[in-house]
């Protein structure tokens, strides 16, 4: 296309053209990128893709909004490091619609993100059908966010929650002695509770259902708090003796029901750990006054096509549109004399639009005979919305996520589909003249969803956008009109652009990796492919979109789980199986940190339900899950410190001789430790500078310049480096420093052969990006000594990955199930389902639609299945 572009002006125009871009491992890069195109940037991972996409085109654009609205704001660019790159003309404004490194700080639902859920308030509001005697509702009032629309009972919540014997008294056969009362407090305060019964004359040695019923229900769940003098370590004998002979008791003690005591505790203590614990003993339900749809019953009462706004909402958004299309097509059925209320509704329904939206004008055309009689200036108002709303949900179907409902919560979401949900909102945003920006938008999307994601940045390219994409999915970048390769390697020995041009073009670029995958086969590696030593088993799983479901994993094998997004492929492999083992396992979930958080916010909890776990159990001693979460949350946590190679560095920092005359312990060299850290920014090497009304933005900190210790620490020098030069190296460069030193060289080794060798030592933990996270996870799980009975998790791992990556990592998870282990991956690379040992496909659809197992077996079993989704791809890949 860019060829049939005439000269001169219009061609001038039709760049962004960049000059001496020196950001990160960026080379001094000059670069013409064409506008109004899909634009693919490529290369290895660490090859400076992300540093020209987004650390200097959409940074320089943001810097140059920015500017545009504040000179308080230019002030703080200037100290936060404006985008290292000489000029850069002819840049629109930008968007950037990057994945989420990290969990979603704020709890909101897809309805919200995508702007659903208000359109469809002003639906209910403006042309529900209300009962009669029912006033009109605003559209608040529809919101269970708000104090006016949320149920009085839960709060807006939709759950309520309570403990019973069920979930307090897990084991009924034990005694109270025994601890039957599994949800009474740890320690000292549980043996008071049970000398307080003692002391009130009931028995604790008696199995708990052999306790008499109302003894039980008091125990649990009366609200008296009787005051009892209290004889700790006296038989019940003993105890009636001491009462009776009016002996001084140690301490008068009050009792508290187990259940007041779990709720009080959760509602009220500041220990997250204390706070999980009890959780464990409470069970929640829908709420019984709104059945879980958070909203006041007057919300409630009012209708459209049949249902109220809370079911609408816990739909498919798929089946949602199904039932606004004939409202969308004029043909609404209402039988509401809305007359009285109209001009008041029009007024407010102007004002609502101006909320929600930029206020876009529709043509509708009716041309519909009416079922009923209904108010033309409500049908047609009715039209609008639901039209609009019609129209959205259409983009949110195409891009495979029509599964989803308005109120599923975002925390929820993976990273990848959140992405999908803020690219359809910005599809319906009507923007144009502008660069959208985006990181892997393939990421969790299954091949068969990818000619929908292509559809969907060719219409934002069609409204008359740009569209700059990060990515390694080889069909998106041959589809693409122009490819941005960027390398040939990572780290320092990428950096530069070694090919921007139509895609056919890089045919020619010899020293691209990228080229290799797009026009050469590289052929799978030949292996040998296991048996399976015996099988690890899933029996009746009903989850989510799961429904009795039994599964087999094969032990000691490599395993991928496919399917399309929404299939089911997470609910097996990251919840159903990785709970079960870990129960079974006796552990807590390997991410305790992570799940705390779930357990505090139960709204990100997904109900109740069942599954057993059966089959060769004994085979399976250890349970890793390796996950894309950030291997920290904040700056002081970085790889070095992660692998625990920093340990090792911290001594040879402390043995040196010039250390020990100061008396200078490895603490001294942390900068998480007051000693040796520089005081002003407490070691974090920058001080963040707090915005009004924007994210807050970090600058070096003046007094170290970034080294983040003092200048005495940085006076020692271990072989001529101080502490913080080696911080500042890579990977790569401290592979070749600490060559001599086995302790700090293993981790270090086994980090290059994963492809990580361009990373600083370092590099905090916020900057990595979630594949990052997942191969340092991986490389310091391999680093370990392996025992052969370990069953490693894995959710997408080529996620950021480039094809080559993909087969460095390939080696090393072939490397875990040689030595024994059974590893199970969840995976749309079909490079790398090829190379299992078996198939798991799920599906057939998403959803509803999916959750079962459609094939299953070697990969060239699965490739012929008739009826997988997946099977042609695989086959594809297999050829
Ligand atoms: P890609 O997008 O191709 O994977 P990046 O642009 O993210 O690569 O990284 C290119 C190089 O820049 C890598 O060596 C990486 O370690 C480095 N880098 C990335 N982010 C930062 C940062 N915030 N500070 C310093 N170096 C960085
Ligand atoms: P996949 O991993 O194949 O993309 P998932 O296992 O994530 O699929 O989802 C399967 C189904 O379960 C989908 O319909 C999805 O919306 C639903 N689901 C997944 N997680 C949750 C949750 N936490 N709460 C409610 N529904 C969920
Ligand atoms: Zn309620
Ligand atoms: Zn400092």
Redesign the pocket.
């Known amino acids: 296309e860019a060829d049939r572009e005439p000269a001169g002006e219009v061609r001038e125009r039709g760049f962004v053209r960049v000059r001496g871009a020196r950001e990160h491992n960026l080379k001094d890069v000059d670069v013409d990128v064409p506008r109004d195109a899909l634009v693919v940037f490529s290369g290895v991972s660490g090859s400076g893709k992300s540093s020209l996409a987004f650390g200097t085109i959409y940074a320089e654009a943001q810097r140059r909004y920015l500017e545009s609205v504040s000179p308080y704001a230019r002030r703080l660019i200037d100290q936060a490091g404006v985008p290292a790159v000489d000029s850069i003309d002819g840049l629109p404004p930008a968007v950037a619609l990057q994945q989420q490194r990290g969990t979603p700080s704020t709890r909101s639902s897809v309805g919200s993100v995508t702007t659903l859920s208000s359109l469809l308030r002003m639906l209910y509001s403006r042309v529900g059908h209300y009962p009669p005697g029912q006033a009109m509702l605003y559209a608040e009032d529809f919101s269970p966010n708000t104090p006016q629309g949320a149920c009085p009972q839960c709060h807006g919540q939709g759950r309520v929650y309570d403990a019973t014997e069920a979930s307090m008294v897990p084991d009924d056969a034990l005694t109270i002695r025994e601890g039957a009362i599994a949800a009474w407090p740890p320690a000292w305060h549980g043996q008071n509770l049970r000398d307080i019964l003692v002391s009130l004359g009931h028995d604790v040695d008696k199995p708990w259902h052999a306790l008499p019923r109302k003894l039980r229900d008091w125990i649990l769940f009366t609200d008296e708090t009787p005051r009892v003098p209290v004889y700790p370590g006296f038989t019940p004998k003993e105890t009636r003796d001491a009462k009776r002979s009016r002996m001084e008791p140690a301490y008068m003690g009050t009792f508290t029901s187990a259940r007041n005591y779990v709720l009080h505790t959760f509602g009220t203590t500041q220990s997250a750990l204390m706070k999980k614990r009890v959780s464990r003993y409470m069970v929640s339900t829908a709420c019984p006054a709104c059945q879980g749809k958070r909203l006041k019953p007057e919300a409630l009462s009012v209708t459209f096509a049949g249902r109220d706004i809370g079911e609408l909402s816990q739909l ?1 958004i798929e089946e949602a549109a199904r039932i606004l299309r004939p409202a969308a097509e004029g043909r609404l059925e209402d039988v509401t004399p809305a007359g009285s209320t109209l001009s008041r509704s029009a007024s407010r329904e102007a004002r609502d639009r101006r909320v929600a939206r930029g206020g876009a004008s529709h043509d509708a055309a009716p041309d519909v005979r009416l079922t009923s009689p209904v108010s033309e200036e409500k049908r047609i108002a009715a039209q609008r919305l639901a039209h609009d709303l019609l129209a959205r949900m259409q983009t949110l179907v195409e891009l495979g996520l029509g ?3 308005l109120d ?2 975002t925390p ?1 979401l ?1 990273p990848g ?1 959140l992405q999908r949900l803020r690219l359809a909102t910005q599809l319906g945003s009507q923007l144009f003249g502008v660069i959208y920006v985006l990181d892997e938008p393939s990421a ?1 999307l299954h091949p068969s969803d990818a000619e929908a994601l292509l559809a969907a940045l060719q219409r934002l390219k069609a409204s008359g956008n740009s569209v700059y994409v990060v990515e390694h999915d080889l069909s998106l970048m041959r589809r693409a009109d122009w490819l941005v390769d960027v390398g040939p390697a990572a780290g320092e020995r990428g950096g530069r652009v070694l090919y921007s041009g139509p895609p056919a073009g890089l045919a020619a670029v010899e020293e691209s990796q990228t080229r290799r995958h797009l026009f050469d086969e590289v052929p799978l590696p030949r292996r040998e492919p296991r048996s399976p030593r015996s099988w690890l088993k899933l029996e009746a799983v009903t989850r ?2 799961l429904q009795g479901l039994d599964a087999a994993f094969p032990v000691g094998c490599l395993t991928a789980v496919t ?10 492999v990251t ?1 159903a199986l990785l709970e079960l083992v870990a129960q079974h396992l006796g552990s807590d979930l390997p991410d305790g940190e992570e799940e705390a958080d779930e357990l505090m916010d139960p709204s ?4 109740t339900w069942s599954g057993r776990l059966a089959g060769d159990t004994g085979a399976i001693r250890r349970l890793v899950q390796v996950d894309q979460k950030p291997i920290g949350r904040t700056p002081r946590s970085n790889l070095a410190t992660y692998t625990g190679l920093f340990d090792s560095v911290r001594k040879l920092f402390a043995a040196t001789p010039a250390a020990r005359k100061r008396r200078y312990d490895p603490g001294r060299f942390s900068f998480n430790v007051a000693k040796g850290r520089c005081e002003t920014c407490e070691g974090e090497g920058f001080v963040s500078v707090e915005l009004l009304f924007m994210p807050s933005v970090y600058a070096p900190c003046p007094t170290c310049h970034g080294s983040r210790y003092n200048a005495q620490t940085l006076e020692i020098r271990w072989n001529g480096k101080t502490i913080a030069e080696v911080l500042g190296m890579t990977v790569e460069e401290a592979v070749d420093f600490f060559a001599e030193e086995p302790a700090v060289l293993r981790p270090l080794q086994v980090l290059q052969d994963i492809g990580l060798g361009y990373l600083r030592l370092g590099q905090p933990a916020t900057e990595l990006s979630g594949g990052e996270a997942q191969r340092i996870k991986l490389a310091t799980e391999l680093q370990r000594t392996h025992r052969g009975d370990t069953l490693y998790v894995l959710d997408e791992p080529t996620t950021g990955l480039h094809a080559s990556d993909v087969d460095r990592l390939m080696v090393q998870l072939q490397r875990l199930a040689d030595e024994g282990n059974t590893v199970v991956v ?1 995976e749309h690379e079909m490079r790398v389902v090829a190379q299992s040992d078996w198939v798991i496909d ?1 599906g057939p659809g ?3 639609q ?2 079962k197992i459609v094939a299953q077996g070697m990969p060239e079993e699965v490739a012929k299945v008739k009826g997988s989704r997946t099977g042609p791809y695989l086959a594809e890949e297999l050829k």
Do not use: H, I, Q, W
Not at 563 to 572: E, I, M, R
Not at 604 to 607: I, L
């Open positions: 498919p599964y989803l409902s599923r919560s929820t993976s589909e969790g989510n979109n399917g399309v997004s929404g299939s089911g492929k997470s609910t097996l919840r990100a909890r997904d109900g969840v799920m998403a959803g509803e999916g959750g």
